[in-house]
């Protein structure tokens, strides 16, 4: 059991988050699975941008409630010119970029409602949102609502919830939208709507914020390409021109005499990141179209004038009959920096006639224009991407669809995001149930390794208490008495023939060694009521080894309690006896005082004589005192010496009790 413990405490920090689900879980695997055939269908859906794509921003109104009153009512009203069936209403989330970087859904508010107005002002809802600013995925995906069946409409209202404080100005909360479609059979009705707020004011951006941008056509998401193939085209490019007034033609040919309602434009995409989006699309341009070739010069234009339109599809209303060759003439170009040439370019031309493009796949000419220039990722700028039906990153699709595809993505990512959370919670889940698993197996592993060898380890130690008690025995008992007999002898010696050194020697060695014996048995004995206190046998050593001298020894009440731990006593005793045997061997000393001393988790102990102290050219050495201060460091203290004017000397060690 311990094995498979020990296995399992190896194997689990090396182990993959997942491996332990994976192995007991059926959920986990289905959960995977799912969360890969999901990737597997949004590879293909558009993703919304995350660098700006020029343009205006939209629609934007400042209000001092932060939900809607009577008096603040939190609505846009957009309105067009007959009553129509509605199919979906598509709100575009703004965005806006600040020194915090990219906010995908600038002015959103938490719930919307949107209502159609009949054209008798009757209301009916279409639908609406909650929970907006905590949905964890949606960060700038539009939001689409089906309007029921048989619902007319000459007007729509927008209805906001709860509104976020204005980042910028912490008093007012904004009501932002980029764009509002509202689409009856696939036209976009709202475009070029009227718009009015209800309620707020407007922000002082009218350059990027107004009401007529929520229904312009322009949205911050792009041009609705997906990705199908690799094509090698990347759009058209005229010759670098002098002046902005320099004019740039393009003439297409339908082929047979059409009737077309409009012309839409595709911006190019820019060549390097350092140029703004739209690139090389011209400021003004016109419109010819004629049934002959050599009717287009005096053919009435159409003219247009507008702001760069950033990456977003341009719709000009071109009403004509009877129409086979078309005339697209840039009359003032792109020329956004002195240093840089003027240029005109376009990704795609379509004419078109209700949803049908006319110009699909058709032959295009210019005389200003670039053949065959290598462009972006290696393809071309040339002619034929004008009517190829790709942008520079894919083919183009009707907007609507696109936008729908967005919103398929925004449902996939957002069921992958509720696996993903699934699938983590499983690996939590098993995570927990392995890791208490080896918890349980490491603890049973453990008690019976206690368990198992603890009478053999508690034999041992009473094995070798036995042992250490017989030798401690043996030493009082046979060495110590015959220690005893030897100073007995010596001083019987002494009294019958007289003092001498030899005798004196011997009787000194004796007392000494019956000393050492009795601190090693006392040693040997570490336990029991038999045994005496640590500072106790301090003073029976002193008692014994200063016995000819002059000898003090006091404690303070606590040292009288302590007990060190055997390793301490050890070292403590050797320090003591070494100090001592200094004192009888060099001193000279008539009088020794001994203090013992015990506060706050520290034991201290001075020895000081009357002896002769240590020469002033020794003192210095570190070989002066060289077993006493290893002996210090042993019992990780702190040592010292002073000696004294004339004569005496002071020794000092200072440690930690550990018991």
């Given at each position: 059991m311990k094995g498979w413990g020990?296995?399992?405490?190896?194997?689990?920090?090396?182990?993959?988050?997942?491996?332990?689900?994976?192995?007991?879980?059926?959920?986990?695997?289905?959960?995977?699975?799912?969360?890969?055939?999901?990737?597997?269908?949004?590879?293909?859906?558009?993703?919304?941008?995350?660098?700006?794509?020029?343009?205006?921003?939209?629609?934007?109104?400042?209000?001092?409630?932060?939900?809607?009153?009577?008096?603040?009512?939190?609505?846009?009203?957009?309105?067009?010119?007959?009553?129509?069936?509605?199919?979906?209403?598509?709100?575009?989330?703004?965005?806006?970029?600040?020194?915090?970087?990219?906010?995908?859904?600038?002015?959103?508010?938490?719930?919307?409602?949107?209502?159609?107005?009949?054209?008798?002002?009757?209301?009916?809802?279409?639908?609406g949102f909650e929970g907006l600013w905590g949905d964890p995925v949606r960060a700038g995906h539009p939001l689409i609502l089906e309007a029921p069946s048989e619902t007319?409409?000459?007007?729509?209202?927008?209805?906001?919830?709860?509104?976020?404080?204005?980042?910028?100005?912490?008093?007012?909360y904004v009501h932002a939208w980029a764009e509002c479609l509202v689409m009856s059979e696939g036209r976009n009705v709202a475009r070029n709507g009227s718009v009015k707020a209800l309620s707020g004011q407007a922000p002082l951006t009218p350059w990027q914020w107004s009401a007529g941008y929520l229904v312009d056509g322009q949205t911050p998401l792009g041009l609705p390409e997906v990705k199908e193939g690799d094509h090698g085209n990347v759009g058209w490019l005229s010759k670098p021109m002098k002046s902005p007034d320099d004019p740039v033609t393009v003439d297409l040919d339908l082929g047979k005499l059409c009737r077309m309602d409009r012309i839409r434009l595709y911006p190019a995409k820019r060549p390097t990141p350092d140029l703004p989006s739209g690139f090389g699309f011209p400021e003004q341009f016109e419109v010819r179209t004629?049934?002959?070739?050599?009717?287009?010069?005096?053919?009435?234009?159409?003219?247009?004038?507008?702001?760069?339109?950033?990456?977003?599809?341009?719709?000009?209303?071109?009403?004509?009959?009877?129409?086979?060759?078309?005339?697209?003439?840039?009359?003032?170009?792109?020329?956004?920096?002195?240093?840089?040439?003027?240029?005109?370019?376009?990704?795609?031309?379509?004419?078109?006639?209700?949803?049908?493009?006319?110009?699909?796949?058709?032959?295009?000419?210019?005389?200003?224009?670039?053949?065959?220039?290598?462009?972006?990722?290696?393809?071309?700028?040339?002619?034929?991407?004008?009517?190829?039906?790709?942008?520079?990153?894919?083919?183009?699709?009707?907007m609507v669809d696109w936008l729908k595809r967005l919103d398929r993505r925004r449902e996939l990512e957002t069921r992958q995001y509720e696996l993903r959370a699934e699938g983590r919670a499983i690996v939590q889940r098993w995570n927990r149930i392995a890791v208490w698993a080896v918890v349980l197996a490491s603890l049973v592993g453990t008690a019976l390794l206690i368990a198992l060898p603890i009478r053999f380890r508690m034999r041992e130690k009473r094995k070798l208490l036995e042992v250490r008690e017989r030798i401690a025995g043996d030493l009082h008992d046979e060495v110590g008495s015959n220690l005893g007999s030897i100073q007995m002898f010596a001083d019987l010696a002494e009294g019958r023939l007289g003092a001498s050194d030899e005798l004196k020697r011997i009787q000194r060695i004796a007392a000494e060694t019956v000393s050492a014996v009795r601190d090693i048995v006392w040693l040997l004995r570490?336990?029991?009521?038999?045994?005496?206190?640590?500072?106790?046998?301090?003073?029976?050593?002193?008692?014994?080894?200063?016995?000819?001298?002059?000898?003090?020894?006091?404690?303070?009440?606590?040292?009288?309690?302590?007990?060190?731990?055997?390793?301490?006593?050890?070292?403590?005793?050797?320090?003591f006896r070494e100090a001592l045997h200094n004192i009888l061997r060099h001193a000279a000393a008539s009088a020794v005082w001994i203090s013992v001393k015990a506060e706050e988790g520290r034991v201290s102990l001075e020895i000081r004589d009357d002896g002769v102290g240590i020469p002033v050219e020794k003192r210095e050495r570190p070989s002066t005192l060289r077993a006493l201060r290893q002996r210090a460091e042993s019992l990780r203290g702190e040592f010292i010496f002073v000696c004294g004017e004339t004569r005496g000397l002071t020794l000092r060690v200072s440690f930690p009790a550990e018991i």
């Open positions: 020990m296995v399992l405490l190896l194997a689990l920090p090396l182990a993959d988050e997942g491996d332990w689900a994976r192995v007991f879980s059926r959920r986990l695997p289905e959960v995977e699975a799912e969360v890969r055939a999901l990737e597997g269908e949004a590879e293909g859906l558009p993703r919304v941008p995350i660098d700006d794509q020029g343009g205006r921003g939209g629609f934007a109104s400042q209000h001092s409630a932060e939900w809607p009153t009577d008096a603040d009512r939190h609505e846009v009203e957009i309105r067009w010119e007959a009553p129509v069936k509605i199919d979906e209403v598509i709100l575009v989330p703004a965005r806006r970029y600040d020194a915090r970087g990219l906010e995908p859904q600038f002015g959103m508010p938490d719930a919307v409602e949107v209502w159609a107005l009949g054209a008798d002002g009757a209301e009916r809802r279409v639908g007319t409409a000459v007007a729509l209202v927008i209805r906001a919830g709860r509104l976020f404080p204005d980042p910028d100005e912490g008093l007012n004629a049934a002959h070739r050599s009717e287009l010069a005096g053919a009435e234009p159409v003219r247009f004038a507008l702001p760069n339109p950033g990456h977003n599809p341009f719709d000009g209303e071109v009403v004509a009959e009877g129409v086979r060759y078309v005339r697209l003439t840039a009359t003032r170009l792109w020329k956004p920096f002195d240093s840089y040439p003027a240029f005109c370019a376009f990704s795609e031309i379509e004419v078109l006639d209700g949803t049908t493009n006319l110009a699909a796949g058709l032959g295009v000419r210019s005389a200003e224009g670039m053949e065959n220039m290598v462009g972006p990722g290696g393809r071309y700028w040339s002619s034929q991407s004008l009517t190829d039906g790709f942008g520079p990153e894919g083919r183009l699709v009707p570490p336990g029991g009521g038999h045994r005496i206190g640590t500072v106790e046998h301090l003073r029976e050593t002193a008692s014994i080894m200063l016995e000819r001298l002059d000898w003090h020894f006091s404690a303070d009440d606590p040292s009288w309690e302590l007990e060190l731990n055997d390793e301490q006593n050890r070292h403590l005793f050797l320090f």
